[in-house]
């Protein structure tokens, strides 16, 4: 069955769009979509659906305050600004808005603290800028950026989102938006998981802003995935392997992990260490090496991330569960609820 772009689009009332996190982080929603049938549960009932020898799979990317604000030091136009990504010596990516697009050797003066230049274009269709900023890129951002909020949030960031907008075991900074299937995780459903013998690995992938880009190609085949950074080392491979040979299920908490599982699987066949560049782009007909069952929020239309799923799980299934979780009031996006899937075979 060939899809089109429309095939991935819903209608979402824009109350159901969650501007905030839930009280508590295992307090959200879990919309269980194993079965033929929807059952509606709660977060926190996670460890009660897996088995001893099962194995979850993070990300333990760290969010950066990537947001920036700034002004040009010659003509003092104001300047917004989101950290792609940082580069070695004191250099990053970022995204630029300004009444007038600066040039290379121009000089923007950000949070009224530091001065940092501009060496020039960079990215897939000069869409970001090349900048040499004064010293360490994580520090100055720590002390003088914002929290990246997604653009559907519509309130600036505040002391509650560095806290929640962050995984309970975030540990590797990098990514401009967080991996959010793992925001639900607190202490507590660690500690029933681990005590139910359900192991854990890791993989690190730093999200990009492109991660919220809709798809416009109406054939999906000719959209351009953005690229990401990721790692799978040997722990998280030995482990995956040691899962599937006591016969137990491989849970990717986040496409994000989906998407690092897999691409280190797909230049071998199998899972391989690795780490470097993806720009994997799955869709309906992709063939799953590695995950058996997700975990995952619920995700914009039109977007790569719906089209993993409906790969993952099955078109039609997906779009049902999709309007079941709108009839019974769901909260969506990165603070929103989340649903466990199990792989279509």
């Given amino acids: 069955m060939h899809l089109a772009l429309a095939d991935f689009d819903f209608t979402l009332p824009p109350e159901l769009i969650a501007q905030h996190p839930a009280a508590e982080r295992s307090a959200s929603r879990l919309l269980d979509g194993r079965g033929a049938a929807p059952v509606d549960r709660v977060f926190r009932e996670l460890p009660s659906l897996l088995d001893a020898g099962d194995l979850l799979v993070f990300n333990d990317t760290r969010v950066i305050k990537a947001r920036l604000h700034g002004r040009k030091a010659d003509s003092g136009g104001a300047v917004e600004a989101l950290v792609e990504r940082v580069l070695p010596g004191d250099e990053v990516l970022m995204q630029l808005r300004a009444s007038k697009s600066p040039r290379a050797g121009s000089v923007i003066r950000f949070a009224d603290a ?20 004064p010293s360490d890129p994580l520090a100055l951002l720590d002390m003088h950026g914002h929290v990246p909020l997604p653009p559907y949030i519509r309130h600036g960031d505040d002391a509650d989102d560095e806290r929640r907008y962050q995984t309970v075991f975030a540990d590797k900074p990098g990514a401009v938006a967080a991996p959010t299937a793992a925001l639900h995780f607190d202490d507590a459903v660690l500690q029933k998981l681990a005590a139910r013998g359900v192991q854990t690995a890791k993989v690190t992938l730093h999200v990009g802003a492109g991660t919220f880009q809709p798809v416009r190609a109406e054939r999906i085949e000719e959209h351009h995935m953005h690229s990401e950074w990721f790692e799978v080392d040997g722990a998280c491979v030995a482990a ?3 899962a599937h040979e006591r016969g137990g299920r491989v849970l990717a908490v986040g ?10 699987a797909r230049a071998g ?40 799923v409906s790969a993952f799980a099955g078109h039609a299934h997906v779009m049902a569960l999709y309007r079941h979780a709108i009839e019974t009031r769901y909260r969506f996006f990165s603070y929103g609820d989340a649903m466990l899937l199990a792989r279509r075979r």
Wanted: glycine share 6%; aromatic share 8%; proline share 3%.
């Fill in 255 to 264: 496409t994000t992990s989906v998407r690092s599982l897999e691409s280190a």
């Fill in 114 to 133: 530091f001065d940092a230049e501009v060496l020039g274009r960079a990215g897939a269709d000069n869409a970001l800028f090349h900048l040499r900023l």
């Fill in 240 to 242: 995956v392997r040691a």
């Fill in 269 to 308: 066949g199998s899972l391989q260490a690795m780490r470097g560049e993806t720009d994997i782009f799955i869709t309906p007909g992709f063939e799953f090496r590695v995950v058996d069952a997700l975990v995952t929020n619920f995700h914009l239309p039109k977007s790569t991330l719906m089209m993993l």
